[in-house]
């Protein structure tokens, strides 16, 4: 036996029509009404809406709920600031010149030196670096006290009067520093020195970020300076992302109960009756997913084309055609039989591929098209089973009494199957078995056996494991369906 665990996804494509009107747009739903809302159905609880005042300072999402000016509005657009090269309003461009020595900055000032944008934050005057000669070992003119030169790319101010000749090419002042020179790199007032600059090379505009006025930022190689606070636009005014509305998103359980899934989303769900139905053809296509088996339940069609598909090259790798109709037996048969309502209802299926980035499209093909279960994931071996499998169905019809008339009714209610299984599995491997049946704990999964009458989908209610010799041990589970 293996257990099928299912995996997530993504729904690329399907044939199903959504059928989903928009909701909340200019209307108002009362206590009982139903909308159809992402993969899901909802039921109005109440008909009473609160909407949150209006915040300028909060970046909005599709489907967040605002009231301003005594109107209520829904956001339909997630809601970002234009780039500063289209929002002119709030964002001007601002020239860039190259750093120049002896040069008078004002705060707001951008300089570039380096490769790097640099933004003045206190007025100064750049020093004259042209005028600090650079250091000349065995130099005959005098270096005087206050005096500066440069060396190694550093600056350095002399404590003491001198002549670099006389004291020969040892004098160096990077190994003289503090008995004879100073040095002075920190408080040249270079574009580096972060009292008087700020780098804005990498300050990349972000329209999620709300900008004060005087903000200077880069956005596609050009620098911009915010002249106004940044604020939200508001709703009355952005109809391209705001609409009208008086009702809150069905995901607010006080206001709503998602009481099933739409028509679409039927097959995906965990339960079993509950089937997605269309007059034709069913093909859906689905990614994001690490699967290696795929089991279709509860299933009315002609046939099913199972492909799967390499997402690298964009080539099917496999493909298996399943005819689920059972032929007639006779003439007879095919003119008065009901074997044209007969149909295989499940599909098992194991890829053989070993790639790992894959896609699979599944198509039902039929007049009219049923599927009640679909779970594609990674299949497991738990075991071999042991003869003696006991099915036990529960029927849960409920006798109603009428105490007027002494009549009773019998209203028939679904029938529950629990399987009781024994699986042999090697000693050194309980463990592992026993962290796959973890792994599927909680989980609507399948338990796959070589008998067809033993296939459940369902979950564990019960385990037991028992270590009988050295080298076997039987673990026994009851595995309830889901209805």
């Not at 750049?126 to 060396?151: E, F, H, N, Q, R």
């Amino acid at each position: 036996m293996k257990v099928l665990i299912p995996d997530t996804f993504t729904l690329v494509s399907s044939t199903v029509p959504i059928n989903e009107a928009p909701i909340f747009i200019n209307k108002i739903y009362s206590i009982g009404n139903k909308v159809t809302f992402n993969s899901g159905v909802y039921e109005r609880l109440t008909n009473i809406d609160t909407f949150v005042p209006f915040d300028s300072k909060k970046i909005y999402q599709n489907g967040d709920t605002a009231s301003f000016s005594s109107l209520n509005y829904i956001c339909n657009n997630y809601l970002a600031f234009n780039a500063p090269n289209i929002d002119t309003s709030r964002w001007s461009a601002v020239s860039i010149t190259a750093y120049a020595y002896s040069h008078s900055y004002s705060v707001g000032n951008v300089v570039s030196k380096d490769n790097r944008n640099y933004l003045c934050l206190t007025a100064h005057t750049s020093p004259a670096i042209d005028t600090i000669l650079p250091w000349v070992s065995g130099k005959a003119s005098s270096y005087y006290t206050g005096g500066m030169c440069s060396y190694n790319g550093q600056y350095f101010q002399i404590k003491l009067t001198f002549t670099a000749g006389s004291w020969g090419s040892t004098f160096i002042p990077s190994t003289y520093i503090y008995s004879s020179w100073n040095i002075i790199t920190a408080t040249m007032i270079l574009p580096t020195n972060s009292t008087y600059w700020a780098d804005i090379t990498d300050h990349s505009f972000l329209d999620t970020t709300f900008y004060t006025s005087g903000t200077v930022l880069n956005y596609l190689g050009n620098v911009y300076k915010c002249i106004l606070d940044s604020a939200m636009p508001t709703p009355n005014t952005d109809t391209t992302r705001w609409m009208i509305s008086a009702s809150t998103l069905p995901t607010n359980t006080t206001d709503w109960k998602l009481i099933e899934t739409t028509n679409r989303y039927k097959m995906f769900d965990q339960y079993f009756k509950t089937m997605t139905t269309y007059n034709g053809n069913i093909e859906v296509t689905l990614t994001d997913i690490n699967f290696n088996a795929i089991y279709l339940g509860n299933i009315f069609a002609d046939s099913v084309l199972i492909e799967v598909i390499n997402n690298d090259t964009s080539l099917t790798i496999e493909t298996k055609d399943i005819d689920l109709t059972v032929d007639c037996v006779d003439i007879f048969d095919y003119f008065f039989g009901d074997w044209i309502d007969y149909r295989n209802p499940t599909v098992k299926y194991e890829r053989t591929s070993v790639f790992n980035n894959v896609s699979a499209r599944i198509t039902f093909r039929g007049d009219f098209v049923q599927v009640g279960i679909f779970v594609i994931g990674k299949s497991y071996f738990i075991g071999s089973e042991a003869w003696g499998v006991k099915i036990e169905a529960l029927d849960f019809s409920t006798v109603t009494e009428d105490t007027g008339t002494g009549e009773v009714y019998l209203q028939e209610g679904a029938e529950l199957k629990v399987k009781s299984i024994d699986l042999w599995v090697d000693t050194t491997a309980l463990k592992t078995i026993d962290n796959v049946l973890q792994r599927a704990k909680g989980k609507p999964a399948v338990y796959m056996s070589q008998n067809e009458n033993v296939d459940t989908y369902g979950f564990i209610r019960k385990k037991e494991e028992t270590l009988k010799m050295p080298t076997k041990s039987l673990i026994s589970i009851d595995v309830r369906e889901l209805l």
